[in-house]
DNA sequence: CGGTTTTTGGCAAACGTTTGCTATGCATCG
DNA sequence: CGATGCATAGCAAACGTTTGCCAAAAACCG
């Protein structure tokens, strides 16, 4: 369109290499060397090079790059549906972390949603397999398979996320869902609480199998029965979170025997619960303790402030990079492990011994 | 590793187009115009070559392809600082659509982040002029630059979103901050509210100049003076809106003729700012009306639920996606124009007419 | 049935890099 | 002083597609 007569030689196809070999007086093999590798051009070469291609603006073009090495640079995240829930940044939180380690090696984040259909499917297979991507980090329990071809197959490293998939072979980063839930779930006991509500995630779901989990074995620790605690939800996806937290206030006003404290998994959950059973004159933590998990850092503001369960999802990311990084250096496929990094409790005021 | 007998010829390479024509028993270009092109080639021999395709599991290698055709599919939105705020779902809402609308037309998201630093501009420079990126979708104010080069002459179509920029010639795609915000406080004038307490965002910042302003409209517009209005915040960013909240809670409770009504800019602010009045014992909307900007699900369990003002972000996203996805086709770059999608308040109980 | 048009398929040249191999220059060594 | 080695630079062949151009075949027309 505009050229202008200075030092941007802005042609609207932009500077090739062959231009900037061509300005510093050198064959374009030199220059790539240059460029690229460390010692292999002499150092005032070297420097006559650079000061050509800034002045041309020369910017390597990574698909020439990509196809002549046969990698690229770009790391998929495969998200299930919704990249948003009510108010839990956990999804926002990942991506941010993975994107920041990621380009501090030189990689780049594409995004890509596993959703239930066939489409979205063939979608990341293309990438996959159509050599787009140079390696993926999964937060999902569905490995894409149709046709024949399976990401799992597709020779690209790939990292769990969140979710334990060691089993299916893949490298996994996650936290001791289980495990924090037990260890809350006693605290409670220790309280005094005897009788629990639990705000359940999907049925079957890892998170909601592993937390749920946590909750009997530390019923049982205690030497109290798996009857004493009512699940509530079960049906709906973390994504509706607070729809869940809703129906649950309604079971709840509906139990002749109250639990004395509830566990909800997700702080959505949690937050519209309260915000339900109080209007219906259920003081908390008076009648009923609230403990939660995510760690949104909205619950601090919550009345009363709530406890949540606070995931470590920047080191997740980045301890998720670190190992997709490490995989593409390696040949070897390495043997799948887990990498558990521990949540930890907020405890805040919607915690209390029980009243009676 | 493993070789498979039967139908999946899985090489570590992937089956290539060569290898679908001679299997197929055709020249490799009849391949291509096959896969790609509508009615260059017999439906019988076409046929035969899906069948082939299929059978050899072959995907196109895309970066093979992008070199040739000197086009990407991939789409760069580039956001400002963090992924997340406080409680506010506005970013990853916008991803999500984008990236919905994007797949739909047979594109892919990249993220790019925008901090302070050069680094990231540099980063972000060089997926434009290096040819990986189709188009950019900006949130942010500022358009990288640096040595010469800068995004605004890349020769992408870019697409701003949030923030008008159209002054600078890129198409811009926003809600009517300035006047949703002069509606709700004309609103709380009308119900008889006289001074205000207004929280800011970074001094300067496009949303903040537009809401502000949009209070300072109402205000003339019923002949009050600039005076009632205080303003509170302004050196934080709006993914510290909690902060804020919280600082102007202290604010607040060191005036001495107290504002009747408050106005944030996110619903962050408006929510730990609320939480600390209340412990305060100021009630709400008793002694204090809220209302805030973003329209956060989960403002409807706050206590009191919270009046906002959402943001249409799903619309805003699908628009930015057809603009831009026109742009690509169009060799002429259009006009820079607004395109502007109403806010809308969503009325709860945190707004009433004040006390005496 | 020869000539003309239309369809269909193939050849080969791009696209912009990287990199193995070779050529050159220069220093070092026997 | 000739031979050997080493550093540096250049040539040209890849990488896997797409596509302009041409050839062959088929269909059509007079």
Redesign the interface.
């Known amino acids: 369109?505009?050229k202008n007569k200075d030092?941007?030689g802005?042609e609207?196809s932009?500077a090739l290499m062959a231009d900037v070999a061509r300005l510093a007086g050198v064959a374009i093999s030199t220059v790539s060397r240059a460029l690229a590798n460390p010692g292999r051009v002499n150092e005032k070469t070297r420097a006559k090079i650079n000061a050509a291609a800034?002045q041309l603006?020369y910017?390597?073009?990574?698909?020439?790059r990509?196809?002549r090495v046969g990698k690229?640079n770009?790391i998929m995240i495969i998200l299930p549906g919704?990249?948003?829930?009510?108010?839990s940044?956990i999804?926002?939180?990942v991506?941010?972390s993975i994107?920041?380690s990621l380009?501090q090696g030189g990689y780049?984040?594409?995004?890509?949603?596993l959703d239930r259909d066939e489409i979205?499917e063939r979608?990341i297979?293309?990438?996959a397999?159509?050599?787009?991507v140079r390696g993926a980090i999964i937060l999902s329990s569905k490995l894409p398979e149709v046709?024949?071809?399976s990401l799992a197959?597709s020779?690209l490293p790939i990292v769990s996320m969140l979710l334990d998939m060691s089993d299916a072979g893949l490298q996994s980063v996650i936290t001791n869902d289980r495990e924090a839930v037990r260890d809350v779930t006693a605290e409670l006991i220790r309280l005094g609480h005897r009788r629990f509500f639990y705000l359940a995630g999907p049925e079957g779901n890892y998170h909601d199998v592993e937390r749920y989990g946590g909750v009997l074995e530390a019923l049982e620790a205690a030497g109290l029965s798996e009857g004493s605690v009512r699940r509530s939800g079960g049906h709906l996806d973390y994504q509706h979170g607070?729809d869940i937290?809703v129906q649950a206030a309604d079971d709840f006003a509906e139990l002749t025997e109250r639990p004395t404290a509830v566990i909800a998994t997700s702080d959505?959950m949690a937050?519209?619960f309260?915000?339900?059973v109080?209007r219906r004159g259920v003081s908390i933590p008076g009648d009923l303790s609230v403990v939660s998990f995510d760690g949104?850092?909205?619950c601090?503001?919550?009345?009363p402030?709530l406890s949540t369960i606070k995931q470590p999802v920047e080191e997740m990311g980045r301890a998720a990079v670190d190992l997709l990084l490490g995989a593409i250096g390696q040949t070897q496929t390495t043997a799948a492990v887990r990498t558990v990094i521990r949540s930890s409790l907020i405890p805040r005021e919607s915690i209390a011994a029980p009243k009676s």
């Not at 910017?59 to 020439?64: E, G, K, L, S, W």
């Not at 919704?82 to 108010?87: M, T």
């Not at 780049?108 to 949603?113: D, P, R, T, V």
């Open positions: 369109m505009n030092v941007v802005e609207s932009g800034r603006g910017t390597p073009n990574a698909m020439a990509g196809l690229s770009i919704s990249l948003y829930y009510g108010a940044q999804i926002p939180q991506l941010q994107n920041k380009i780049n984040l594409m995004i890509a949603n979205s979608h297979l293309d990438l397999f159509g050599g787009s046709d024949g071809r197959n020779g607070f937290g959505d937050i519209s309260v915000s339900r109080q949104s850092p909205v601090e503001f919550c009345s402030p």
